[in-house]
């Protein structure tokens, strides 16, 4: 089954302690992003990347970081986490050029 | 990208046609009109997309006015599982650049018995 899928779904932490949360997508897409959602804020791209090794930010990448070494997987580093980044964050993939981007199920995260 | 308006709520009868308005009044001539929706905190799904003639598929169809201005997408049998938040984006076709979809508040769709 064509899908993205993240982990952890749930992750609940303290300030400062590092955190990955991994992406990754079996369908063979070039593009990858992630984005969290906050109430009121709607969809915020964090970073993006078209392929490997070629990762760019978007419009809230202040805190985080990503690689992308392999095709497949994007994951989502937060080296010292802050209650500010206390959201729901989901990876999406896409072919390049294609208009329809996949989801995740999202990975809900409290900072404490 | 042009800046999309939605009513933040609205509620369908099981059945009925859905009809979801999006003003896009500043949409310029190479940008499209996109629609995803997302059921409560999942992944956002994608629905349609169009340029300037209406368009449809298994899921929904998408009435985008002569002047481009505004849209509206149709579920045309609404059900309880259509219940989400539908978003209205607008920006240029994919290239192969930045794919990045800008989401603003858009409107929840509540469909009840």
């Known amino acids: 089954e064509a899908q993205v899928t993240q982990n952890p779904r749930y992750l609940i932490t303290v300030t400062g302690k590092k955190l990955t949360v991994t992406c990754s997508q079996n369908?063979?897409?070039?593009?990858m992003s992630w984005y969290r959602q906050d109430p009121g804020l709607g969809l915020r791209q964090i970073y993006y990347?078209?392929?490997?090794?070629?990762?760019d930010k978007g419009d809230v990448p202040e805190g985080y970081k990503v690689s992308r070494k392999e095709k497949r997987n994007f994951p989502l580093i937060l080296e010292s986490p802050s209650p500010n980044q206390t959201s729901l964050y989901f990876c999406?993939?896409?072919?390049?050029?294609?208009?329809?981007?996949?989801f995740g199920p999202g990975t809900r995260l409290l900072v404490l | 990208d042009a800046k999309t308006t939605q009513p933040p709520s609205m509620d369908c009868a099981e059945g009925r046609a859905a009809n979801l308005p999006c003003n896009h009044s500043?949409?310029?001539?190479?940008?499209?009109v996109y629609w995803y929706r997302q059921i409560h905190s999942q992944g956002p799904q994608y629905i349609i997309h169009?340029?300037?003639n209406n368009e449809t598929n298994e899921m929904a169809s998408l009435i985008i006015t002569e002047d481009r201005k505004s849209s509206t997408l149709i579920l045309p049998h609404a059900t309880l599982r259509d219940t989400a938040v539908y978003y209205c984006?607008?920006?240029?076709?994919?290239?192969?650049?930045?794919?990045?979809?800008?989401f603003g508040t858009g409107t929840r769709l509540q469909v009840t018995l």
């Open positions: 999406a993939s896409s072919l390049v050029g294609s208009e329809t981007q996949y």
């Open positions: 990347s078209m392929n490997v090794e070629v990762t």
């Open positions: 169009g340029l300037k």
């Open positions: 984006i607008v920006r240029r076709r994919n290239t192969g650049t930045a794919s990045k979809l800008t």
């Open positions: 500043t949409i310029s001539g190479n940008e499209y």
């Open positions: 369908m063979n897409h070039e593009y």
